[in-house]
């Protein structure tokens, strides 16, 4: 099974600074996806094979990293990005998430 | 409009079982491997389950394999998740998914006595 670390566990931002969470997965995998989830909702897709946006993201978030090492990015923080957010490999069975991030704004 | 809809959660004993069911409208069903996926309360997220686009292979994670069984009907738009020899553990809110584009909002189990 691949393990994927998330980091940080929480975070605290001020609008406009700039954010980065990162996940390290215990082998290679080929692409890494992330979600977005707000309390009580059912997570969304946010980024797709690494660096894709999912319909509606906004151009803020970025994605990027190669075998064992990922991260997304917010250039310019804004409240709306408040959320937790877990990445994900699926390039293998079983399919497993990162432990999360707890992002909120300052 | 896409949508995925839940049912079947609800209360159940230890041991008990109880079977979800995902009504999926919008897109084309058979195109997509399907997934159920939990989160307990006040936890992460977690891989279940998935299924080929026919139903002819499926994968489970390792604490659920032997008791819980993923199916689909293509026919009707429809994913199961058939969960036998419930536990404690296995309480949580189970999400029906594409994994990569559709989610639906939930459904919660519950396993206690």
């Known amino acids: 099974e691949i393990v994927l670390t998330q980091s940080p566990t929480t975070m605290a931002a001020s609008p406009g600074e700039k954010v980065t969470i990162t996940c390290r997965a215990s082998?290679?995998?080929?692409?890494m996806h992330w979600f977005q989830q707000k309390s009580g909702t059912s997570p969304k897709p946010w980024i797709y094979?690494?660096?894709k946006l999912a319909s509606g993201v906004p151009d803020r978030f970025s994605g990027s990293g190669s075998g064992t090492s990922y991260s997304l990015t917010i250039s310019s923080m804004e409240a709306e990005d408040a959320a937790t957010y877990y990445c994900l490999q699926r390039s293998s069975y079983p399919f497993t998430f990162g432990s999360g991030t707890k992002l909120e704004i300052k | 409009e896409v949508q995925l809809v839940e049912s079947g959660g609800g209360l159940v004993q230890p041991g008990r079982s109880l079977k979800l069911s995902c009504a999926a409208s919008g897109f084309t069903f058979s195109d997509y491997y399907m997934a159920w996926v939990r989160q307990a309360p006040t936890k992460g997220l977690e891989w279940v389950a998935s299924?080929?686009?026919?139903?002819?292979?499926?994968y489970y994670r390792d604490s659920v394999k032997g008791r819980f069984t993923i199916s689909r009907d293509n026919a009707k738009s429809s994913l199961y998740l058939q969960m036998d020899s419930l536990r404690s553990e296995d309480t949580a809110t189970y999400y029906c998914t594409t994994v990569s584009a559709y989610w639906g909002q939930g459904t919660l189990v519950t396993v206690s006595s």
């Open positions: 082998s290679s995998v080929s692409y």
């Open positions: 299924i080929s686009y026919d139903g002819g292979s499926t």
């Open positions: 094979d690494t660096s």
